[in-house]
């Protein structure tokens, strides 16, 4: 396999998570006669350009289908950070009725109703159809398609080139991460700003954040990747930001490199230099994460058959994407988890890829009261918590299993 980006041949492993299906292709009842597809999943890591990325065995066309069910508005934290960035940017950039924002992956609306709501003009580029129906529900423009050179192009020749251009958490998720970088140095105006976020590849590596790699997720994001990226396809990075967001996350500030009108923060090469300094311009750094997936998987496992031998009642909470890929990779099976409840309507009755386990509307917590409650989506444990009340055990499986 040759590098997504630069092209060189991929020889340095990051992990092998053996097979797993699609992490949000979730069961409605009438699919679980027919067999699922499971596909290995193994991340490489480029020697020359140090992108992490997985290897190319499922598409993106079977990866966010009509029935992708990934919403972000389900989560009130995120929601808060949206609307936060929107107000934040609206002074930065003086953005008003003579603006153009345009997001990408614009899912369910969760970012764009805050813009709309400022009197600002906005559009969305959200190419599964059932968030992007959720979107168009809210009153927003939305286009039904994937981004890149030809489809920015477009939208520029109708006159959308866009003062601000957001992309949270869908810079991973692009199989041609080249033609989709590119794409906004064809649609950002001259003086432009596009502001990416996405997990930072020190933090899932440092925190064992293995359960955040599926194959939805192409590639694993360090800002010397990105820099060198973006370098290539047309734009510049002038500033980043860290967040705490799913466990730690970059938010970098780019623009048209042929513009480059804004002076690079010393920030930029403070961070870079930093990556360099711990190792991840080099192969030894990422030899670690494998053990500490194995320690993870054998550490639940050994929780859960202990609660079920001493006859306690385990649940999970949150069917989300990083939740699939643990209990794929542990082998969890509904004898030892039975249910997870989720405040999402489109993922409830459905069960999810793999294990198979019942999806459940959150008030059943309140009926059943099991012993303990298994919180899969561990970035948002802080809210769950407030959500489930207390009176029972909480339990987290990454970075390490803890139980309280």
Not at 45 to 62: G, I, K, M, N, P
Not at 119 to 143: F, H, N, R
Not at 201 to 220: A, N
Not at 267 to 274: C, H, I, K, P, S
């Amino acid at each position: 396999m040759k590098c997504r980006h630069c092209t060189a041949e991929l020889t340095l492993p990051l992990i092998d998570l053996g097979t797993a299906p699609p992490s949000n292709a979730y069961l409605r009842p009438e699919q679980l006669a027919a067999p699922e597809r499971w596909f290995p999943l193994r991340v490489l890591v480029c020697t020359r350009c140090w992108l992490a990325q997985t290897e190319d065995f499922a598409s993106a066309d079977e990866l966010f289908d009509a029935d992708y069910a990934y919403f972000s508005s389900y989560s009130l934290s995120w929601l808060g950070h949206a609307e936060r960035y929107v107000a934040a940017m609206a002074a930065a950039l003086a953005l008003g009725p003579h603006s153009m924002v345009v997001e990408v992956a614009a899912n369910d609306g969760y970012l764009l109703q805050y813009v709309r709501a400022r009197g600002i003009p906005c559009l969305g580029i959200e190419p599964t159809a059932s968030t992007a129906a959720a979107a168009e529900a809210k009153g927003l423009s939305i286009v039904r398609a994937f981004f890149g050179r030809q489809l920015a192009q477009s939208l520029l020749d109708q006159g959308h080139g866009a003062d601000l251009m957001v992309a949270n958490n869908v810079l991973a998720h692009v199989p041609d991460i080249n033609d989709f970088v590119a794409g906004f140095a064809v649609l950002l105006k001259p003086d432009g700003v596009a502001t990416f976020e996405f997990p930072h590849l020190q933090s899932l590596v440092e925190g064992c954040q293995f359960d955040t790699i599926y194959h939805e997720h192409f590639s694993y994001l360090s800002l010397l990747a990105v820099d060198s990226i973006f370098a290539s396809n047309g734009l510049q990075i002038f500033d980043v930001a860290e967040l705490p967001t799913h466990g730690g996350s970059l938010r970098v500030f780019a623009q048209r490199a042929d513009r480059a009108v804004r002076p690079r923060n010393a920030t930029v090469a403070a961070m870079l230099a930093r990556e360099r300094a711990i190792g991840m311009a080099g192969p030894a750094w990422y030899g670690t994460l494998q053990l500490a997936a194995e320690r993870i998987k054998h550490d639940l496992l050994a929780f859960l058959v202990t609660e079920k031998r001493a006859g306690r009642t385990v649940a999970g909470y949150g069917a989300a994407a990083k939740g699939n890929t643990l209990l794929n990779w542990a082998g969890v099976r509904p004898d030892l988890l039975p249910w997870v409840a989720d405040a999402n309507p489109a993922k409830q009755g459905k069960r999810l890829p793999g294990s198979r386990i019942l999806v459940s509307a959150p008030e059943r917590l309140a009926v059943e009261r099991p012993d303990t409650v298994l919180i899969l989506p561990w970035n948002l444990r802080d809210e769950i918590r407030a959500l489930l009340g207390g009176g029972q055990c909480i339990a987290i499986a990454v970075p390490r299993l803890e139980v309280a």
